[in-house]
Every structure is written in structure tokens, then in C-alpha cells.
């Protein structure tokens, strides 16, 4: 799939990606896990680590479980962030969710809300998911901007688990029609 903007493109990621993925993650290591609340050892930081994370998306792909898209420049083909829609499956209730990451660098240029839109795309007229819910730290200001701007709708708050401290987060829905 290559789904293309104005100014960016997403395209899946796929092991060949493993490199380009490896110095996204490196460069924004600090940023990247004050916001994730997956865990990551020393092993996801090396090429062998994000080639088994690549593999893992892609099989969850195949599942029908997990859509992670790099994000990339159109003039330069550079992978600048990565976002993904997964399934989160909650005791008897299944949900669609939105993450995403933007090197550094590139905060502030639009390209995220590009990114988002584009995947919220894929989401409807793809993948047939019918809602999509997403969660920002209430300091975050860009990430609650590009889900306001996208539809998104604050509907709660709730805690989430980053490096082992629970913290609030403000929850987002958008429907797709």
C-alpha cells in the first residue's frame, strides 16, 4: 500500500525498512519513550530488534490486526515518523486504535496531520474500521492539535502505564463515515 499526500506518503513497513526504522528510533529514543507505553529493552535499539518488531507487524497485518505505515517524504523518500492502527482487544469489546511517532525535526510542519489523515483513509475505505480511538498526554500539545484537526473528539481520561508510572491521558474517538 502506498497512499500518497500533498507533501508526505505512507507506505507499509516491511523488514527492508529495519535500518531507517533502527535511526528513527535511536534519534528520538528520549522523546519517543516518554510517550510509549510499550516497554523497550536495549534489544529493541539494535537491527535485529526492529527487524523482529517488523516481522511481528507484519504478521499481525496478515491477521487483519495491525496497520503500521512509515512515514515518508515525497521529494526525498525519507522516512520521518511511522504510524499505526491496531486492534486492541478489551474483555468482550474489541477497539481500533491510532499511534504515532514524528522525528523530531520534522514537529510543527503539518506532516503528522497529513500522516493522520491518510490513515484514517486506509481505515475507512481499506480496512472497513468504522471507529478509531487515540490517547495524548494532556501536555501534549501538538498530538491533542493533529487529533483535533483530524475529527477526533475528546471522550474520557484514562491512566496508562509509561516505564512503569501510571499516567492521565486525554482519550480521542473519531466515527468514519
Known amino acids: 500500500m502506498d ?12 523488514v527492508e525498512d529495519a535500518a531507517g526504522l533502527l535511526d528513527l528510533q535511536f534519534r528520538n529514543r528520549a522523546i519517543f519513550e516518554e510517550i510509549s507505553a510499550s516497554e523497550r529493552s536495549d534489544t529493541f535499539y539494535t537491527l535485529e530488534g526492529q527487524v523482529a518488531l517488523l516481522e511481528g507487524w507484519n504478521k499481525a497485518r496478515e491477521e487483519g490486526k495491525r496497520y ?6 515525497n521529494h526525498t523518500h525519507e522516512l520521518i515518523g511511522e504510524i499505526s492502527l491496531f486492534e486492541l482487544e478489551l474483555d468482550s469489546t474489541t477497539k481500533w486504535i491510532v499511534g504515532y511517532v514524528l522525528d523530531q525535526v520534522q514537529n510543527g510542519k503539518g506532516y503528522m496531520s497529513e500522516a493522520l489523515q491518510l490513515a484514517l483513509d486506509f481505515a475507512m ?3 472497513g474500521i468504522k471507529r478509531v480511538e487515540a490517547g495524548a498526554l ?7 492539535r493533529v ?30 463515515q
Open 68 to 73: 503500521s505505515f512509515g512515514i515518508f517524504l
Open 138 to 144: 494532556p501536555d501534549n500539545a501538538g498530538s491533542i
Open 147 to 176: 487529533l483535533r484537526k483530524a475529527g477526533f473528539q475528546e471522550t474520557d481520561r484514562q491512566n496508562i502505564k509509561i516505564k512503569g508510572i501510571w499516567k492521565e491521558h486525554m482519550m480521542f474517538a473519531v466515527d468514519l
Open 3 to 14: 497512499n500518497r499526500g500533498e507533501r508526505i506518503y505512507l507506505r507499509f513497513l516491511n
Open 125 to 127: 475505505n481499506e480496512a
